[in-house]
């Protein structure tokens, strides 16, 4: 099992709580990037926070958020994704892909505007593609 890669049995469509992520692929049950050896192992998002998600992600600012937010933006293999529909319900949309990032400039503040979201709240828009592969 590969620390990038790890073996999962989650079924697209799905729900899930974060005590069943954690048990499947390790890492924390509240952080929306969940790390476990150094490495992020999903995307835990909520639409209240990135409305575009899975496809748009906006990620936060701060002394702890941004650095995880620049690992995940420069993320090379792909990961799972969960979106948050109620409380400990995660829905799993499947692995996807970093497709480009955004820190600044018009384009970043284009995915912002309408979010709820300031723009000095968000430190990377990350953008997302799904993955034709199946599961490890």
């Not at 476990?36 to 992020?40: A, C, D, K, Q």
């Not at 575009?52 to 906006?58: C, F, I, K, S, T």
């Not at 400990?88 to 799993?92: A, I, L, P």
């Given at each position: 099992?590969?620390?990038?890669q790890?073996?999962?049995?989650f079924a697209?469509?799905?729900e899930?709580?974060r005590?069943?992520?954690?048990?499947?692929?390790g890492?924390?049950?509240v952080?929306c990037?969940?790390t476990?050896?150094?490495?992020?192992v999903a995307a835990?998002l909520?639409?209240?926070?990135?409305p575009?998600?899975?496809?748009?992600?906006?990620c936060?600012?701060?002394?702890?958020?941004?650095?995880?937010?620049?690992a995940?933006?420069?993320?090379?293999?792909?990961?799972?994704?969960f979106?948050?529909r109620?409380a400990?319900?995660?829905?799993?949309c499947?692995?996807?892909?970093?497709?480009?990032?955004f820190v600044?400039?018009?384009?970043?503040e284009?995915?912002?505007?309408?979010?709820?979201?300031?723009?000095?709240?968000?430190?990377?828009?990350?953008?997302l593609?799904?993955?034709?592969?199946?599961?490890?």
């Open positions: 099992m590969s620390s990038l790890p073996k999962t049995a697209v469509g799905c899930y709580t005590r069943e992520i954690q048990a499947q692929i890492g924390s049950v952080s990037l969940p476990h050896g150094g490495v992020i835990c909520s639409t209240k926070f990135s575009g998600a899975p496809e748009v992600v906006l936060g600012r701060g002394v702890r958020t941004t650095p995880i937010s620049a995940f933006a420069r993320r090379k293999a792909s990961i799972p994704v979106l948050k109620a400990n319900q995660w829905q799993y499947g692995r996807f892909l970093v497709a480009q990032f600044s400039g018009a384009r970043f284009s995915f912002i505007a309408g979010s709820g979201r300031a723009v000095a709240s968000v430190s990377y828009v990350v953008i593609e799904p993955t034709a592969t199946v599961d490890p």
